[in-house]
Each structure stands twice: as structure tokens, then as C-alpha cells.
């Protein structure tokens, strides 16, 4: 009997080989699996598809698409919801066709919204020999642990409220933080930036770093200006915000979205 039959199916929103664009994994050739749903509503997201509360109620995407040839744009559909084991075989088909890769993104939408699935996809991802990078909204730290310690590198946000436009999830970053440095998983910290970042976010954030684990790495990361979202940081504000939050940790650095400057997806 396939060992994969009991595992809830998921609902795929993208899937592409392409290069990282953000943090510190910057280049690095990832598959990208992008997952359907997210509990959030960041102003300045850039994947709203994937955003469940602007959907219909109940919307649930009857097919995705799969970018064939890396950069060719030669789409081909495929069917929702998609099995543990489709989803397999698609990796392994894309690493061995186009890669090597160094990693599969797990992205979204929210991943973490599929953690059972992720659970048993993580063994599946280091058996084709590639590495597991969760890109997450930081803030699902029960889900998480379906997760853990199977988990390679988690490239949490720590979402602004005064850019998200949103509620903040600070005890929800807090408890992430710390599950993944306790379970010995590689995590790297990213936040938003906008001209309308209040300082006292900035500063609730870097506290929290400061006392689960100061030495992680934390990033700012201009806003790319996408659909409402018009507002980046001028130049003086992010070095006064590096340097403002240098003071509490020491290792802040300042990195934007790379991929779209080249137009990769
Ligand atoms: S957490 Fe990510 S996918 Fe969800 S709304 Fe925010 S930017 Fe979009």
C-alpha cells in the first residue's frame, strides 16, 4: 500500500525553479513550492492569489500551474488538491531535469497552513537530496512543530503592524523564534520595511530578538512597491533603522528583493 495514502492532500498555488531573491540564501537555486492560503493580509503582499480572506468564501484554486523549462514562462496546469506523492515526483522531476537545486522553498501563502503535509514532505525533500527552506509569516508556532526537527533553514518575517497594515503577532514571533532555536534549526529573521515603519515596532521587534536569541540574523527589507503598497524607505531611513537596531543586536543587515530587478518569478 502506498505509505503516503493517509496524508491529507494539499492545494498548491505555483510551483517553479527559479533563484532566491531574498536574506542571505541570495541566488541560491531553490525549487519553489508555493502553497494556497494565508491567515494574514499584508498591504504590500505580492502573492495575493494565495491570500484566503481575499477570496471568495470557501475559494479553493482548482488547478495550479508549473513553469516547465526555469525562465521559459511555458506553463503547464495540474490539478488541486495535489498528493504527497505527485508532489514528490514533481520535485524529483524538476531536480533531476533542471537542477541540481540547492534547496526546496516552501512558500506561499503561508506554508504552515499545510504542516501535517510539510511534516511528511520534509523526509521526502532530504531523500531527493536537497534541503527544506521554510519562507513563513513567523508567527504558527504550533504548526511548526509538525515540522521539527526534520526542518533545515526557517526564513521567518516579524511582521510590522505600522507597514503590514495588520494585527501584530509579537508573542507569535517570540514563540517561533524560540522552537526553532531550541530544535537546532537554522532561522534568519526579515521584516518589511516601508516610510511608514513606527520605531516602536522596530524596536518591539528587535527586543525580541535580543532576548530569545541575539545573535540571529535580522534583515530589513525595503518594500517593493507592489499594488497599494507605494511607499518604500528613502535612503536616510534605513540607515538610521540599521543603526538604530545594531544597538540592540549585532547582526542587522539591510537587503532587498533581488528578483525582481531580473524578472525571475
Ligand atoms: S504573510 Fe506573506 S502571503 Fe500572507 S499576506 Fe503577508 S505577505 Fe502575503
Known sequence: MDKTTHIPEALISE?????????????????????????????????????????????????????????????????????????????RDLNERVGPHHSVALTGGEPLLHAEFLGALLPEIKALGMKSYLETSGDLYTQLELLLPGLDIAAMDIKLPSVTKNEAAWGGHQRFLARCVEAGVEV???????????????????????????????????????????????????????????????????????HKFINQL
Request: with cysteine; charged share 20%; aromatic share 12%.
Open 188 to 258: 534568519f529573521a526579515k521584516a518589511i520595511v516601508s516610510a511608514d515603519t513606527d520605531l516602536s515596532d522596530l524596536d518591539t521587534a528587535c527586543a525580541i530578538l535580543r532576548d530569545v536569541a541575539p545573535e540571529t540574523l535580522f534583515i530589513l527589507q525595503p518594500m517593493t512597491p507592489f499594488g497599494e503598497a507605494q511607499n518604500p524607505p528613502r535612503p536616510e531611513q534605513l540607515l538610521d533603522w540599521q543603526a538604530r537596531c545594531l544597538a540592540f543586536i549585532p547582526n542587522v543587515r539591510v537587503i532587498p528583493q533581488t
Open 15 to 91: 510551483v517553479f525553479s527559479s533563484v532566491q531573491g531574498e536574506g542571505p540564501y541570495l541566488g541560491a537555486r531553490q525549487i519553489f513550492l508555493r502553497f494556497y492560503g494565508c491567515h494574514r493580509r499584508c498591504v504590500y503582499c505580492d502573492s495575493p492569489e494565495t491570500v484566503t480572506a481575499w477570496q471568495p468564501a470557501g475559494f479553493r484554486p482548482p488547478s495550479f500551474r508549473v513553469e516547465w523549462t526555469p525562465g521559459h514562462r511555458d506553463f503547464k496546469e495540474m490539478k488541486n488538491p495535489f498528493t504527497l506523492q505527485k508532489t514528490v515526483d514533481l520535485l
